[in-house]
């Protein structure tokens, strides 16, 4: 067995820093309340530690060491007509071996909600910084990612009501090259709701969403679908949709387009299996463009179950599969738009499987340990790869 990495003096401080700021959470950290409850504040922080054997995701493994942490506040506004959440926080990784890979990370998101009167919905601001290995390419990137969407939902009569979305989101990636293209994509759908039984809702609904990218091209996709919301079979609940999607790629210059279409599916439902039993459900099949600007169809199955041993603690233990299938792509690295992956046929397949625990000492404080194993198949040899992390962590709430 491989000795670990000996942590550098610098990650050595950032954790004894932050553990010593939680040890003293109560002092510094106490939950705000103000207009009799209706306004409150959290104050929230975690440490961690972990180990990674493939912290780029790539064929050639690298293993390390991590210490990661981070601080936030949440507040929640719960009075008149509009309900307010809105939450400001920063999280840093510390590698003892890869210390080009370090990050200090900001976000922040707020959130505007109506849930009573004849129209309700919700308008979502978001931004985000993430530091995170990409497997399509087998690197590391830092990317920002912004996004807005506005929910409503509107009862027609008795029986009917009617739903819309519209959205945006931007990645912007810090280390766009010939590896990383940024993207921004708009989208925008609407739903019909007919109330079936009291306990469940046929829906039909189209989706239309474009995505363009930084190397040049834009994809145009329509999906159509119909499915259930609420009690999908027996004590399954949750939203299940299926349908057909095409999508169109468009690249500058004399080249024709390119058109694709298969199934749509998007199911999500969770199964009470008992009081301290329940089982979540996830299915998705849905077109998709790279972080390095090829089109892919993706598809993936998650299976997670819950297991609430005593008030205190509980666990959980996860199974899951996936297929990412290149369709075409526009790179700098070929100068032309090319079929699969830079002119390769190239389909990967993953299977995953997690477990963790979590311990609450009492309403404010939580311990937690993860493991998670990560298999990557692919029919080009240089994108196989796998993974094996474990984590421990503190965290507060006050």
């Not at 039909?204 to 990218?213: L, P, V």
């Not at 297991?307 to 032309?336: A, R």
């Amino acid at each position: 067995m491989s000795r670990l990495p000996r942590p550098s003096p610098a990650l050595r401080s950032a954790a004894a820093g932050l553990f010593a700021l939680m040890a003293t959470a109560p002092a510094a950290r106490a939950l705000l309340r103000m207009n009799d409850g209706r306004d409150q504040v959290y104050v929230t922080a975690y440490t961690g530690v972990g180990y990674d054997t493939n912290i780029f995701t790539s064929k050639n493994a690298a293993s390390d060491l991590m210490v990661s942490g981070g601080a936030g506040m949440e507040y929640s506004r719960k009075a008149g007509l509009i309900g307010v959440n809105g939450s400001l926080g920063w999280n840093f990784g510390s590698f003892a071996t890869f210390s080009s890979e370090n990050f200090l990370n900001p976000s922040a998101s707020l959130e505007f909600s109506k849930g009573t009167g004849r129209t309700t919905g919700s308008l979502q601001l978001n931004s985000t910084r993430d530091s995170r290995a990409d497997p399509t390419v087998g690197l590391r990137t830092d990317s920002w990612t912004y996004g807005a969407n506005l929910n409503l939902r509107y009862p027609v009569i008795e029986r009917y009501s009617i739903a819309g979305n519209v959205g945006w989101s931007r990645v912007d990636y810090q280390d766009e090259g010939i590896n990383f293209s940024d993207i921004d994509t708009y989208s925008m759908g609407g739903d019909l709701f007919y109330t079936w039984r009291s306990d469940r809702d046929l829906v039909g609904g189209y989706r239309y969403r474009t995505s363009s990218a930084q190397f040049q091209s834009t994809s145009f996709d329509h999906s159509f679908y119909g499915g259930l919301s609420g009690r999908i079979i027996s004590k399954l609940s949750g939203s299940a949709r299926l349908g057909w999607s095409t999508r169109t790629v468009e690249y500058p210059g004399p080249v024709s387009p390119s058109t694709n279409d298969g199934l749509y599916v998007s199911l999500s439902g969770t199964w009470p299996v008992s009081q301290r039993i329940s089982v979540t459900l996830t299915l998705l099949q849905d077109f998709s463009t790279s972080s390095s600007n090829f089109e892919t169809r993706t598809s993936s199955a998650d299976l997670m179950a819950q297991f609430s041993h005593t008030s205190k603690l509980s666990s959980n233990v996860s199974l899951g599969t996936g297929m990412t299938e290149f369709i075409s792509g526009y790179s700098p690295s070929t100068g032309v738009p090319t079929t699969g992956f830079n002119g390769n046929a190239r389909s990967d397949y993953y299977i995953t499987f997690g477990c963790g625990a979590s311990y609450s000492f009492n309403e404010h404080y939580t311990a937690g340990l993860n493991y998670t194993y990560y298999q990557n198949f692919s029919n080009l040899p240089n994108y196989e790869f796998y993974r094996h992390s474990v984590s421990a962590s503190l965290s507060a709430r006050w």
